[in-house]
């Protein structure tokens, strides 16, 4: 069983549309949370970055870690046919030195305009 | 800001043949991470290198050894090639003064073995 489960997806939805992106993870270690977004053939793109449990919102982003659960959303308002991409969940734990991100597979997410 | 830059971008070798990948972090950032992803899978960790000493190895070969030198820039050296090498081979770069480690990618090296 991977550490950070993610489901693949495709998910399409219509343009103007809220997206809901979720991701489970069994390690308790894992303190940091991030959501990278990734166009084909390139690489990951930081999207929004939570320590920890809380929400965090970015302009059309929110961002939300449950770590009691062990579960994290990532929520697209107003979405865009330029949202259109992969979209990567990734988890490292706290401590001195380089901390690996563990990914998850990632959900392709398709907006139609 | 430079973001990390990577190169080469596209790289087609034989196997048995030996390829060297460079990275060039963001300016001040002093921690390097390689990561592997193979078609239609997540990034999956190789080695990191935080102040030029190596910090963390994952699921990396032994073919595979990397550095990272005094200007902070890391090279990764794959040696007897094999076709399951073929995947994009992910840079990140990391400042982590304060505990907080977020990490930017580079654009990636497409390596193709024939």
């Known amino acids: 069983q991977k550490e950070v489960e993610q489901d693949p997806g495709p998910l399409s939805v219509p343009e103007g549309a809220i997206v809901s992106l979720n991701c489970t993870y069994s390690?308790?270690?894992?303190?940091?949370f991030m959501w990278y977004r990734q166009y084909s053939r390139k690489g990951p793109e930081l999207l929004m970055y939570t320590y920890s449990s809380g929400n965090k919102e970015d302009g059309r982003f929110t961002a939300q870690v449950d770590k009691s659960s062990k579960y994290i959303s990532l929520f697209i308002r107003d979405s865009q046919p330029s949202d259109s991409a992969t979209y990567l969940c990734a988890m490292s734990a706290n401590s001195q030195g380089a901390q690996k991100l563990v990914f998850g597979q990632g959900t392709r997410l398709t907006i139609n305009p | 800001a430079a973001g990390v830059i990577q190169s080469p971008r596209h790289l087609i070798k034989e196997k048995r043949e030996t390829a060297t990948l460079k990275c060039y972090p963001i300016s001040r950032h002093d921690t390097v991470y390689w990561y592997q992803q193979g078609p239609g899978q997540d990034p999956q960790f190789l080695i990191s290198?935080?102040?030029?000493?190596?910090?963390d190895k994952g699921s990396i070969p032994d073919r595979f050894s990397a550095q990272q030198f005094s200007d902070y820039h890391s090279e990764l050296n794959m040696s007897s090639l094999e076709l399951g090498d073929s995947a994009l081979y992910f840079c990140a770069s990391s400042y982590k003064p304060t505990g907080v480690d977020t990490q930017y990618f580079g654009p990636g090296t497409r390596l193709t073995v024939l």
């Open positions: 390690n308790s270690a894992f303190q940091y």
């Open positions: 290198f935080y102040e030029k000493m190596q910090s």
